[in-house]
């Protein structure tokens, strides 16, 4: 036991003695340019519909777009990922791929209003399919696979030609969510077909079979009209797993990689940052996360900027470069206060 008298040569408090000094040596910063906020859009005019389940989060149509990535670039935030609600869906999601999609539509829409705004589109079927799931399904019951399975190689088909069709529109990142094996391979593929070999892929590499992802679906209209998805994204319980899915990712010319959801997956996103030191790392932080944070807040019992800013540290802290975030804005606002 220490005297009176006996000093202590290490304090590790002397460090935390004033805002000043904190700052200097703090080991992990978040800025708005680690940020990437989703906007979900929509047909017709004049609409900007906010989502029950998502307090600020909306439903743009195209015209309603021009202000609203206006507001995001000047807050710093240097990119969006663009999530789309077709006219009309059936059952291989056609609009997905057409010209004059509704994601083809906001693509153009955006470059001419921010041309530096990067523009990520999210390369999947879900919200296209009139059956809700992530690919083309077995509709053949004489079939050694069950009724309604994802086909995995009539997908890849389908979401190559996304791809394509996102980038001819002036996407500048693809991003495949569908956790279809060989989707990676297919893309790059079917992108340096078409003379895209500079488009770079963004692979949900980790996305796992996840409660979270809730309120997106109301906001994406999309949730499946029978079963689950759990045939193609992963167990929660699997962490080895992951690893194997990154691996095959960058063997398959993944230039990002992502996990998803973010803060029940800390110790995935810490793992997969480790393995591939070398490309960029993306941790998608779902519905929700940023939902029940909102309904906490709304309640009082939660000081929101604090809790927001605290959460996206921690995902960054664990080994994110970006962070997709639906508090994006509202983060990168605050953050300009510090």
């Known amino acids: ?6 000093k202590l040569a290490v304090r590790p408090r002397r460090l935390r003695f004033s805002a000043g000094l904190r700052k200097m040596v703090r080991e992990t910063e978040l800025n708005a340019a680690d940020l990437i906020y989703p906007l979900f859009i929509c047909h017709g005019e004049n609409i900007r519909a906010e989502i029950r389940s ?5 439903q743009f149509s195209v015209d309603q777009l021009k202000a609203e990535v206006e507001e995001i670039a000047q807050l710093g935030i240097p990119a969006v990922i ?3 609600i077709p006219a009309a869906k059936d059952a291989e999601g056609s609009e997905n791929f057409a010209p004059d999609g509704i994601i083809q539509q906001a693509i153009r829409a955006i470059k001419a209003a921010v041309p530096d705004l990067i523009v990520i ?3 999947c079927m879900c919200e296209y399919t009139d059956h809700g799931h992530c690919g083309i399904i077995n509709t053949d019951r004489h079939s050694n696979l069950p009724e309604g399975y994802v086909l995995n190689d009539r997908t890849l088909d389908v979401i190559a030609k996304v791809a394509v069709s996102h980038a001819q529109a002036g996407a500048d990142i693809v991003a495949p969510s569908g956790m279809i094996d060989g989707m990676v391979g297919a893309i790059r593929a079917a992108l340096d077909g078409a003379s895209f070999e500079h488009t770079p892929i963004l692979s949900y590499s980790v996305k796992y079979a996840s409660a979270f992802y809730g309120p997106f679906r109301d906001a994406a209209e999309s949730p499946p009209q029978f079963g689950d998805r759990k045939t193609h994204q992963m167990d929660p319980s699997n962490v080895r797993e992951a690893l194997r899915e990154t691996a095959l990712d960058v063997a398959e010319g993944a230039d990002m990689l992502m996990v998803k959801p973010a803060l029940p997956y800390l110790d995935v996103l810490y793992r997969v940052r480790q393995a591939h030191p070398e490309l960029p790392l993306v941790a998608y932080n779902v519905s929700g996360e940023y939902s029940m944070v909102k309904a906490a807040a709304a309640n009082g019992w939660l000081d929101e900027p604090k809790v927001v800013l605290e959460a996206l540290t921690g995902i960054k802290r664990a080994g994110a470069d970006l962070i ?5 804005k509202e ?3 605050w953050l300009s206060t510090q």
């Open 121 to 123: 589109t999210d390369v």
């Open 324 to 328: 997709i975030t639906y508090h994006a």
């Open 82 to 84: 663009l999530f789309g």
């Open 1 to 6: 036991m220490k005297t009176k008298d006996q």
């Open 54 to 58: 998502m307090p600020g989060i909306y």
């Open 331 to 333: 983060a990168a606002r």
